[in-house]
């Protein structure tokens, strides 16, 4: 999820997903939930999940929710191990090339907006600290 204020729709989420996992008849052990962008490497609750051998299945909602490049990658490692990645919603774009373009868009999108927003936050610290020293 990437923003605390999704918190509603990550809460639908996690109930989709158990919904699906108890109907799939798999046993939800635990419940991973985090907030932030796919994009950002700072997943530590996913990459606890994906190095605990007793985590025999993720289940996720989207693909795309769970890693915007390799996800494949992922998946054959678990496979490797006798392990799997189970996506809820599988429907993708059909055509690879176009589906890769959507997701570097994005990617520099998310990148490109992140900065800016930085960078207005800044400005804003700079005036409010040159407002009240003068």
Not at 6 to 17: F, H, N, P
Not at 21 to 36: C, D, F, I, K, S
Not at 71 to 97: M, N, T, W, Y
Not at 104 to 128: E, K, P
Request: contains cysteine; proline residues 2%.
């Amino acid at each position: 999820m990437s923003s605390a204020d999704q918190k509603a729709d990550l809460d639908r989420q996690v109930a989709r997903v158990t919904v699906w996992a108890a109907g799939q008849g798999l046993p939800v052990g635990r419940v991973v939930t985090e907030v932030g962008s796919v994009l950002n490497g700072d997943r530590g609750k996913l990459f606890a999940s994906l190095g605990d051998p007793g985590v025999s299945t993720i289940v996720v909602e989207h693909r795309d929710r769970f890693a915007r490049f390799g996800a494949e990658d992922v998946e054959a490692v678990l496979s490797a191990q006798g392990r799997r990645l189970l996506v809820v919603d599988p429907a993708e774009v059909d055509d690879d090339l176009v589906r890769d373009m959507t997701e570097i868009l994005t990617s520099l999108c998310a990148r490109l907006y992140g900065r800016q927003t930085a960078a207005d936050r800044a400005r804003r610290a700079v005036a409010a600290a040159t407002e009240d020293a003068g």
